[in-house]
């Protein structure tokens, strides 16, 4: 079973618009989440992270939102931009170095000019 | 340049014909660590390496060897390729091992196919 899912295999939005990419986890003891972006023929980029202690956390147009409660995380993009367009990983891990790091099956956005 | 190379890009093999995946980062990073990605599953670890002569199995090690005699280098090996181990291989490195968030940097990829 997955412990990191990401239910929206593919997003289109128009350009200048809010991009929201979702990810949902089943794991409680996952401390750290972290969001990497990927390009065709390319290796994941990391792009932004929060640890469980916060709720959010903003990186200039990214913006990372954390509802422990709920197990959810959100990835906000605003203003969507064309070279946003990129496969994004969800990926979340425990509070010690031993612990994996498990990804999400990812979400492919499209930001439309 | 910081960065993690993979050699070779691209790789068209038959059942069986042992072949080897170069990793190699100058970043000084302790941790390296081999994915693959398969479409829906997202990225799965193989093998990781905590430090020199120190590897370890991920979520999905059967059919692969690893080894890391060397701190920079962390090559995957396919002893006897079968058609299910086609895939997309990723490798990363990080400066300590991937839990407490700490970002790992990935190689550009390697696309196998197992004929």
């Known amino acids: 079973d997955q412990q990191v899912k990401q239910n929206s295999p593919s997003l289109s939005v128009q350009e200048g618009r809010i991009s929201i990419l979702n990810c949902d986890y089943t794991n409680s003891m996952f401390d750290y989440f972290l969001w990497y972006k990927k390009y065709p023929a390319e290796g994941p980029t990391f792009l932004i992270s929060?640890?469980?202690?916060?709720d959010k956390n903003e990186d200039g147009r990214f913006t990372v939102f954390l509802n422990k409660s709920a197990k959810h995380l959100s990835l906000h993009i605003v203003p969507s931009q064309p070279g946003d367009s990129a496969v994004y990983f969800c990926a979340a891990s425990g509070e010690t170095s031993y612990d994996k790091v498990i990804f999400g099956p990812g979400t492919s956005l499209s930001v439309i000019p | 340049e910081a960065q993690v190379t993979q050699n070779p890009r691209y790789l068209i093999t038959v059942t069986g014909k042992k072949l080897t995946v170069t990793c190699s980062q100058n970043m000084n990073h302790e941790y390296m660590s081999w994915y693959r990605q398969d479409p829906g599953l997202g990225l799965r670890q193989i093998y990781y390496s905590m430090n020199v002569e120190v590897t370890d199995k991920g979520d999905v090690p059967e059919g692969y060897k690893v080894s890391r005699k060397e701190k920079r280098n962390f090559p995957l090996i396919l002893e006897s390729p079968s058609p299910n181990q086609t895939s997309l291989y990723f490798c990363?490195?990080?400066?300590?091992?991937?839990?407490?968030?700490?970002?790992?940097?990935f190689g550009p990829g390697t696309r196998l196919l197992v004929l």
């Open positions: 990363a490195s990080s400066l300590v091992a991937g839990g407490t968030g700490e970002t790992q940097y």
């Open positions: 929060i640890s469980s202690i916060k």
